[in-house]
């Protein structure tokens, strides 16, 4: 074995050491008030800034932070030194770079820090999945703690893409209401020229497993989905809904969510919003100014009108939450999706599945907002972090330059119409889009669940709008159990898979992409539906059920449930209501009445329990977010419930211990 200690190594270089340098040239910019007024921690801040290098006659420029999810080291020329975890942060170094240089040529004087994220889908399937959500409140719990680290900026800026780091970034911006701050969205990875996006190529394996590809083919798909280095995925998934809210809610500026990764247009965003920061530093205006239950509801409508990721129904009210907002609700979300009429035809929703970056050319949030303004469902007098209303900024895109020339370039280049992507109510309704998330509810669902009911398969609906199915329940404990059945042929067309024990008690509520894509591009998949207490992805598609609440460890009756136990599942695709009922035992059928009857009397199941691999901080987050309102309350923290709730434990725990050592 080679001993790489290094102690015995005769190299010159090594022992060339100093322990004395001249330090930096020049004095810092101090007075003598200054010396007596302000903290320690202000003057050593300007002796640490001297050191990494700012030249000390400009340290007393105003200091403003840029924070970013950035993950991996790359070269100058973009080469790989050490990856990231995704595509999503490799290249946002590249947009805190060109707004610190935008802040730098202003006189003020940038700092950068970062919290890199995980990938979910490189997560899904295995036990990192048990991080992923509560992931998101640690990485909002560091970027507060930076933010505040630093007590002398101004303003805080905030570079983020994908699932969980957008979200977290979000949330920690929102609860900084007193200071200017202002999101810069990753943007969007780019469509190979030939092969698969990243979601379609996510089944690979159930598809390889059942014949359908072979392994060569297999191989060469994989390696070239993420076509480019940087951006989201090229669906409409959490990361560019993330994206597209945030838009929506007047973090960012008007059409920067979904731009190309590593183009001039995506660098100019950057640019643009450490400007736009100065500019709202300069004229008072703070996060508290922005986001307003009013511009929550535009979010909401923004979201409903592009069809977009079931997670923001969590990820949405902990944004709220954050910024001391009332947060919406299962009921709110589904009156929302009732109102708002569809009218974007991206992927995974369809029908002609447009990737993202042809969705920003087609015009992005500022093109939806404008049609929900047609319809008077938006509300123009909230403020974006632009400085101008919502109506003042529709009224610049509805006439600027840039709107004109993107859809142009996309007809000519691409021979796409962009209001093919991007429709009016009528055109769309013309097409067939429908509003997309239905909440069902029912005796297995008590509190609600959540479906993209226009994603489930067009020829399993009635012609009437309605999706129908009873069926026998194969029920499963874990993931790993439920996709080596569907891989392996041990589920039938017509059965209801349901997966239970996978909520945030049980496995962090972990997400199942894994699953809903395989049935997705299986031939029998369409057949199957799947019910269960997790969570899906945003480019999930078909009859999939999640977000069942309560989940089976919290008492939910779907923990219930036999091998066998028939169950109806209706899906008004018009009306947007619901239903997943147990209606049936042993071969007979009941009424509803006498099925939830039934149902009540069961004992849960005996085997119900926690992933053996879930780690102790997810167990942790996971009882904290349940008692501050759960997954419908955003599985956020609420600090003074959680409190209340310790102290009634506290105040019990004397007398408790006191009756014990009585009897």
């Known amino acids: 074995m080679t001993n790489h200690n290094g102690f015995s190594d005769t190299s010159h270089e090594l022992y060339d050491i100093k322990t004395r340098v001249p330090g930096p040239a020049g004095i810092l910019p101090i007075t003598e008030q200054m010396l007596r007024e302000r903290a320690s921690g202000d003057l050593f801040g300007l002796s640490q800034n001297a050191g990494m290098g700012w030249e000390p006659a400009s340290l007393n420029g105003n200091e403003y932070l840029i924070l970013s999810t950035h993950g991996g080291i790359r070269k100058e020329d973009g080469t790989p030194v050490a990856l990231g975890y995704h595509t999503g942060h490799w290249e946002v170094g590249l947009l805190v770079e060109a707004a610190a240089q935008e802040f730098k040529l202003a006189g003020a004087i940038p700092f950068a820090g970062a919290c890199t994220d995980p990938c979910d889908g490189r997560s899904q399937g295995t036990t990192a999945m048990f991080d992923s959500l509560p992931f998101r409140n640690d990485a909002a719990t560091i970027f507060k703690r930076l933010i505040r680290s630093l007590p002398t900026r101004r303003g805080v800026m905030g570079v983020a893409t994908c699932d969980k780091g957008l979200p977290a970034m979000m949330m920690a911006l929102a609860a900084m209401r007193e200071l200017p701050c202002i999101l810069v969205p990753g943007g969007v990875t780019l469509l190979a020229e030939a092969g698969e996006d990243a979601g379609r190529v996510q089944s690979i394996g159930a598809r390889y497993a059942h014949g359908l590809i072979s392994l060569d083919e297999a191989a060469e798909l994989g390696c070239r989905a993420c076509a480019s280095p940087g951006g989201g995925c090229q669906f409409l998934g959490t990361a560019a809904t993330s994206q597209i809210v945030g838009e929506a809610l007047g973090m ?292 999939c059920i999640g977000h069942i609440s309560p989940e089976a460890l919290a008492g939910g009756p779907i923990g219930k449930l036999q091998d066998g136990d028939l169950i109806e599942v209706i899906v008004d695709q018009d009306a947007l209501e619901g239903a997943i009922d147990f209606v049936g035992e042993a071969g007979q059928r009941f009424s509803p009445k006498e099925a939830a009857r039934i149902l009540d009397a069961r004992p849960l199941r005996n085997d119900l329990a926690a992933d053996q691999a879930l780690p102790p901080e997810t167990r942790l987050w996971a009882a904290l977010q349940q008692v501050s309102g759960g997954s419908w309350g955003g599985c956020v923290f609420d600090v003074e419930t959680i409190l209340a709730v310790i102290a009634r434990g506290s105040e019990a725990g004397p007398r408790l211990s006191k009756r014990v050592k009585t009897e």
């Open 252 to 543: 960012s500026l008007a059409h920067s969510a979904l731009s190309p990764s590593g183009h001039a247009i995506w660098l100019d965003m950057a640019k643009r919003s450490a400007r736009t920061l100065l500019e709202l530093k300069k004229n008072g205006v703070r996060m508290r100014d922005i986001l307003t239950d009013a511009s929550v509801t535009n979010a909401m409508l923004v979201h409903a009108a592009f069809g977009g990721s079931t997670n923001l129904i969590i990820h949405l009210p902990a944004i709220a939450h954050a910024a001391g907002l009332r947060r919406p609700n299962s009921q709110d979300w589904a009156r929302v999706n009732r109102q708002v009429p569809r009218l974007v035809d991206a992927l995974p929703n369809g029908p002609r599945n447009y990737p993202t970056v042809q969705v920003f050319m087609a015009g992005g949030a500022p093109e939806v907002m404008l049609h929900l303004r047609d319809l008077g469902l938006l509300n123009g007098k909230v403020l974006t972090v632009s400085g101008t209303t919502v109506d003042e900024l529709l009224d610049e895109w509805k006439d600027s330059e840039r709107r004109s020339r993107l859809k142009k370039q996309l007809l000519e280049h691409e021979g796409i119409d962009a209001n093919n992507v991007i429709m009016s109510a009528s055109r769309a309704s013309s097409r067939g889009l429908k509003s997309t998330m239905c909440f069902p509810h029912g005796n297995l669902a008590p509190e609600g669940s959540v479906v993209k009911s226009t994603a489930i398969d067009p020829s399993s609906v009635g012609a009437d709008g309605v999706f129908r199915r009873t069926g026998r329940a194969k029920v499963f404990l874990t993931e790993p159990d439920a996709i080596k059945a569907i891989k392996e042929g041990q589920v039938e067309p017509g059965q209801i898979m349901v997966l239970i024990c996978r909520g945030p008690i049980g496995a962090g509520m972990e997400e199942t992409y894994q699953l809903t894509s395989a049935l997705k591009y299986l031939p029998f998949g369409k057949e199957i539906v799947l019910l269960t207490d997790a969570r899906f992805s945003g480019v999930s598609t078909g009859a």
